[in-house]
């Protein structure tokens, strides 16, 4: 579902129906977990994709007219689905660019379980931070993945572009991430101590 709202606080009744659209991409249950405003107004959101039931989802991503109705220019009636600790890059119909990883998608293995990406920053470099979490020893932890801009996991950054932060010994995961003026990355999501579940945060260098 996407939302948008007057700069009052209340639901804009020009976009979609009454402030809000939703879209089923497969029939499933799916989560919609970020969104960017493109420079004429549309509206690109992506998140997870339930396929088959809502095991092992995949992602979609919807773009929306300034109206709040799907992109017929984009992909199919808006939207896209492929697979998951998954990154892939589109050009502005929707097709996947095929210079960018494999066919446009880059897939990563982290950890011994499922990983699943959650959020996307851009470098003014041009490289791409990408954060989720990764399921290791029956646990999730923060899994963050740095990317060159054509889709190549930098050898720079963590080990062969990849870190992973555990808080507790529990589940932690990363929901949002940030590029700061310094260069520096902030992360952010949940993370479990005990049961009791509180916010997680951390700053890795550049």
């Known amino acids: 579902m996407a939302a948008r709202y007057l700069d009052t606080g209340e639901p804009d009744p020009t976009f979609g129906d009454g402030g809000a659209v939703m879209t089923n991409i497969a029939g ?13 107004g549309k509206i690109v959101v992506t998140g997870r994709v339930a396929f088959s039931g809502g095991d092992n989802p995949d992602f ?32 502005d119909t929707g097709v996947p660019d095929p210079g960018f990883g494999a066919g446009g998608l880059v897939t990563t293995r982290i950890g011994t379980g499922d ?4 959020a996307v920053a851009v470098q003014p470099d041009g490289k791409l931070v990408v954060a989720g979490h990764a399921v290791d020893g029956g646990t999730a932890g923060f899994a963050v993945v740095r990317y060159t801009a ?21 589940d932690d995961r990363a929901e949002c991430v940030a590029i700061q003026p310094d260069g520096g990355i ?3 999501g949940s993370a479990v101590n005990v049961r009791a579940v509180g916010l997680g945060l951390t700053r890795l260098l550049p």
């Open 115 to 118: 990983a699943v990406a959650n």
């Open 60 to 91: 979609g991503l919807v773009r929306y007219t300034a109206a709040g109705g799907p992109d017929p220019a984009f992909g199919t009636e808006g939207c896209r689905g492929p697979a998951a600790f998954a990154l892939a890059r589109f050009d």
């Open 186 to 188: 902030v992360v952010a």
């Open 28 to 40: 499933g249950s799916d989560l919609a977990c970020a969104a960017v405003l493109q420079p004429d």
């Open 150 to 170: 054509d889709g190549v996991p930098d050898p720079s950054f963590g080990a062969g572009g990849i870190v992973t932060v555990d808080f507790y010994g529990a």
